[in-house]
């Protein structure tokens, strides 16, 4: 189980640019690192997702050291709407449903 | 679409009697999990389905919880004898994975808020 660990919380202004990182040092070969974005009574939503070195969509980049013990995730240019919490889940593909747990996530806070 | 829908929204119940939570995943998605969430805590797995096959109930915090996927697409979660630490919020997910991939992108639904008096 390759357990995560990240800020409880995080306070940031509208314009700037916000890194989480995930800390995952027992993280296994055939993990993947996925990132969900959770709104206050709402279910989690996907983010961003990968294996290593770099991934960038449209909401977000995803950067991954070559040892893959961690990862961050790259909010550029946040508004008060990125106000939430985001998790970091560790998990391999193709099973291991049980050992699947989101962790507390991280509590991003943007202010005016 | 439509995206994943739950209900009902919010339970209230008594303690020991029993509660059925619904999830109707997007159509045409194989995979659906169960999650739950206390207040202040992550989201703690409880079931998976995938397809017609056997569920990994592997999560499930005890025999008082159970669930159904009937036709391979609506779940049923039910809770026995409720307990007060079964307040919480129950989610639900699915994917399109034909595979159980966890890479896979889940949809979740609102959820359902219980809370046992």
């Known amino acids: 189980l390759a357990k995560t660990t990240q800020p409880i919380s995080m306070d940031s202004y509208e314009g700037q640019e916000v890194n989480i990182t995930c800390s995952h040092n027992n993280i296994a070969t055939n993990d993947y690192i996925t990132w969900y974005q959770q709104f206050p009574s709402q279910g989690p939503r996907f983010i961003i997702q990968?294996?290593?070195t770099k991934v960038t969509n449209e909401v977000a980049s995803l950067f991954i050291p070559a040892d893959r013990k961690s990862s961050t995730l790259s909010l550029p240019r946040v508004s008060l709407s990125d106000t939430a919490v985001y998790y970091c889940?560790?998990?391999?593909?193709?099973?291991?449903?049980?050992?699947?747990?989101f962790g507390k996530g991280t509590m991003l806070l943007v202010s005016p | 679409g439509a995206g994943v829908s739950q209900s009902p929204s919010n339970k209230v119940t008594e303690k020991g009697k029993d509660v059925e939570l619904r999830c109707d995943p997007i159509s045409g998605h194989t995979a659906l999990y169960w999650y739950r969430q206390s207040l202040g805590q992550g989201l703690e797995f409880l079931i998976y389905f995938q397809g017609n096959s056997a569920p990994d109930k592997s999560g499930l915090p005890s025999d008082r919880f159970s669930a159904e996927r009937t036709g391979g697409s609506v779940s049923t979660l039910t809770i026995q004898r409720t307990q007060q630490e079964d307040s919480a919020v129950y989610l639900c997910a699915s994917s399109l994975s034909r595979f159980g991939s966890v890479t896979d992108t889940q949809y979740f639904g609102p959820g359902t808020r219980l809370t046992v008096l």
């Open positions: 990968g294996y290593k």
């Open positions: 889940l560790v998990a391999p593909s193709g099973g291991g449903y049980s050992t699947l747990t």
